[in-house]
């Protein structure tokens, strides 16, 4: 499984990406803006996106709103500015900085669980 670490902290990166090996994410694309993330989820398409709202260049929300305008892919927020977050993408599965595994768990899973609703729906 691939995940696209959308993150200008290189420590939380390194960590987000520790704690997503722990649940059989395999290969990873970590960037630290928003037309990187662009550029990496065309280049390959993620199994799962994390993202923080404040990045060294452009805003988490509106890269996946780019990468996910024509595909179901789940996404988890992690950011200290979760108020930013809520007001742009109500709907958005948040965590805050810090976090801990058990934590991440449950929101990866209810990031999964709303992707495969919406597929349901859809199809």
């Not at 290189?10 to 649940?23: N, Q």
Request: glycine share 8%.
């Amino acid at each position: 499984m691939h995940a696209l670490i959308i993150e200008d902290q290189f420590l939380i990166a390194a960590l987000i990406e520790d704690v997503l090996s722990g649940f059989g994410y395999t290969s990873f694309d970590v960037v630290d803006g928003e037309s990187e993330a662009i550029r990496a989820a065309a280049a390959r398409c993620p199994d799962l996106i994390t993202a923080d709202q404040r990045l060294a260049e452009g805003g988490g929300v509106e890269a996946v709103r780019i990468i996910c305008a024509e595909r179901d892919i789940p996404v988890v927020f992690i950011s200290e500015y979760g108020d930013q977050v809520r007001a742009l993408a109500p709907e958005a599965v948040l965590i805050g900085k810090p976090f801990n595994e058990r934590i991440m768990r449950a929101a990866v899973d209810q990031a999964s669980e709303l992707v495969g609703r919406a597929t349901a729906a859809a199809g």
